[in-house]
């Protein structure tokens, strides 16, 4: 089985500028997880799809939105871009999600994307 | 709510020492606990896991005992070596995933 994907891996903007970012889970895969990784906070939530609806929300502005499609492929979208944003962008497949037991499934990471904001 | 407390690296050995990172949760009901590891230009891949309370997660010679008693899922080692240098990230597992702030661990040969 292929493993996720991300695309593109790294990108280069400048502020103000957006940012579509891309993640195809692992075949059979209903839920997606994005993560953003930097050094001084480390890895943080941003949001959870599954069946193409957010199950889960981070603690991060508006500017930071997504959106999963039928086949499962999810995008996430970020405006108005500033310094800060610059991080290690990183995608998450699993299975499933909260069930009736209450437990979610392992999640199986992508590379990631390397997004620099000059 | 839910959270996980682990030790703050980096954390530096010599090849063939024991590794110990010390792992804390505080959750309601029963999570499901793991150990990732990210090594350089990668994303993370698990581990271990262990799903119940004294379950043993092990893998590549890592072992982590979930502690219901302690609240602690530590990770050990008997015996590191240079590949292993990498970070490490506990996480738990109930309504929502909560991940560590991860442990920098660097094996000098």
């Known amino acids: 089985k292929a493993g996720v994907t991300q695309t593109p891996r790294y990108l280069i903007k400048t502020r103000g500028q957006q940012v579509t970012l891309s993640c195809s889970p692992i075949?059979?895969?209903?839920?997606v997880s994005w993560y953003q990784q930097t050094p001084g906070q480390g890895l943080q939530f941003l949001f959870e799809?599954?069946?193409?609806?957010?199950?889960n929300k981070g603690n991060f502005p508006g500017r930071f939105s997504g959106r999963q499609f039928s086949n499962s492929r999810s995008e996430m979208n970020v405006s108005t871009l500033e310094l800060g944003d610059s991080a290690l962008y990183l995608c998450?497949?699993?299975?499933?999600?909260?069930?009736?037991?209450?437990?979610?499934?392992?999640?199986?990471f992508g590379p990631g994307t390397r997004l620099t904001v000059l | 709510g839910d959270s996980v407390t682990q030790m703050e690296g980096p954390v530096t050995l010599s090849e063939e020492a024991f590794l110990t990172i010390n792992c804390t949760y505080t959750a309601t009901g029963y999570p499901s606990l793991f150990w990732y590891v990210q090594y350089p230009g990668e994303g993370l891949q698990l581990l271990l896991k262990?799903?119940?309370?004294?379950d043993k997660g092990s893998n590549k010679g890592f072992e982590a005992t979930y502690r219901k008693e302690t609240t602690s899922f530590h990770l050990e080692k008997g015996s590191v070596q240079v590949s292993d240098s990498a970070v490490y990230f506990c996480a738990l597992s109930g309504l929502k995933i909560i991940f560590g702030k991860g442990t920098r661990l660097h094996i000098l040969p």
């Open positions: 998450a497949s699993s299975p499933g999600v909260a069930g009736d037991s209450g437990s979610y499934n392992e999640q199986f």
């Open positions: 075949s059979g895969h209903r839920s």
């Open positions: 262990a799903t119940k309370a004294d």
């Open positions: 799809y599954f069946s193409e609806t957010q199950r």
